[in-house]
């Protein structure tokens, strides 16, 4: 159980093109589910915590207009890299929530590569 | 707010031995979570451990133990018989109970398992 799926795995685009990236819970309902960037050999950095049916909270210095995040349904988000540029390559990886007094977890999905040329 | 610090950035050991990963956390809440997960090569966030702050029996996952030292604020990681398959980032997390699911990571122990 508690499977997160994220897809695309791995992305290349061009410069000045949006990517949309999609994160699944498969197998719960997550009113919670969290984007994070990671940087090679480095911890997690949390971009935005996204909320089901509400606005996504973003964490500060991340721009909310260069990140959207729709978060539709309990198994659904998916974040959107708009206008994308050379610095935005990274990992992106997304995770979802699990609640109740004996399950409060992050599940993680296999995380996106992308790379914008 | 929470702070997990994590004192090895890296650490071997020789496969079938016993490694001890360090954490340490601070916090003013009395009621949340620790976790270990894992990150091998794949770059995949693989839970492998979590703890219950009210909880004193230490959580035990096969070869995987941790040893909770709460007035300590100690979360440390015990891997037995190492295996070449543990050779992986390891990142302590702590989570305040019912407050959004919200994960504080430390930076992280690169362990390589060595033959």
């Known amino acids: 159980g508690a499977v997160v799926s994220q897809h695309p795995s791995r992305v290349i685009c061009k410069s000045g093109t949006s990517v949309k990236i999609e994160c699944r819970s498969l197998?719960?309902?997550?009113?919670?589910m969290f984007w994070y960037r990671q940087f090679p050999k480095k911890s997690l950095m949390l971009m935005a915590t996204s909320n089901e049916g509400s606005k996504a909270t973003y964490e500060q210095g991340v721009e909310k207009d260069k990140f959207l995040i729709n978060h539709a349904s309990l198994t659904l988000s998916t974040l959107t890299v708009t206008s994308a540029h050379p610095e935005d390559s990274s990992f992106y990886i997304c995770?979802?929530?699990?609640?109740?007094?004996?399950?409060?977890?992050?599940?993680f999905g296999p995380g996106t590569r992308l790379l914008v040329l | 707010a929470q702070t997990v610090t994590q004192s090895q950035p890296e650490m071997s050991v020789q496969e079938a031995e016993t490694v001890t990963l360090s954490c340490t956390y601070d916090?003013?809440?009395?009621?949340?979570?620790l976790f270990w997960y894992k990150q091998p090569p794949s770059r995949q966030m693989i839970l492998v451990i979590r703890q219950e702050a009210y909880k004193q029996q230490n959580a035990t996952e096969n070869r995987f133990s941790v040893n909770f030292q709460k007035a300590a604020k100690s979360f440390s990681l015990k891997i037995s018989d190492s295996q070449l398959g543990d050779t992986a980032m390891y990142f302590c997390?702590?989570?305040?109970?019912?407050?959004?699911?919200?994960?504080?990571f430390g930076g992280g122990t690169r362990l390589m398992v060595k033959p």
């Open positions: 997390a702590f989570m305040i109970y019912n407050a959004g699911n919200m994960l504080t």
């Open positions: 995770s979802a929530g699990a609640s109740g007094r004996s399950r409060e977890t992050q599940y």
């Open positions: 197998d719960f309902q997550a009113t919670t």
């Open positions: 916090t003013s809440e009395s009621n949340y979570y």
